[in-house]
């Protein structure tokens, strides 16, 4: 059974920052592409970054260059830094896995997520 705990979600003024940490167990870890999604009330849930078994990354276009994405195999765990926290970066955070080969950053692939931590942004 796969298990997903997401951590670090918090309150934080306009510019901040917070990191999001993803606990894993249960699965070949390495083998899996791993995603950070978000939903904000009211609207869709959407890919904010993702990586490979490899260790490539993308992102969405609307957290480049603030956000990072990354994965400590041995750990189990997989990491969000976001820095220059915006109001409109506030939403639930979900981290999510699905077995490896092509990792696009939508939801799709992913067959499993995590409980969400909340993230939310005051200006």
């Known amino acids: 059974q796969v298990q997903l705990v997401e951590s670090g979600g918090g309150s934080v003024q306009a510019g901040g920052s917070l990191r999001l940490s993803c606990a894993a167990s249960?699965?070949?870890?390495?083998?899996?592409?791993l995603a950070w999604f978000r939903q904000a009330p009211g609207k869709e849930r959407e890919g904010v970054a993702r990586?490979?078994?490899?260790?490539?990354?993308s992102y969405a276009d609307s957290v480049k260059g603030r956000f990072t994405i990354s994965r400590d195999n041995a750990k189990n765990t997989m990491y969000l830094q976001m820095n220059s926290l915006k109001p409109e970066d506030t939403a639930m955070y979900y981290c999510?896995?699905?077995?490896?080969?092509?990792?696009?950053?939508?939801?799709?692939?992913?067959?499993?997520w995590g409980q969400g931590t909340q993230v939310i942004v005051s200006s």
């Open positions: 999510a896995a699905g077995l490896g080969g092509y990792c696009p950053l939508s939801s799709w692939k992913y067959s499993y």
């Open positions: 249960g699965y070949a870890y390495n083998k899996y592409c």
């Open positions: 990586i490979d078994s490899d260790g490539s990354t």
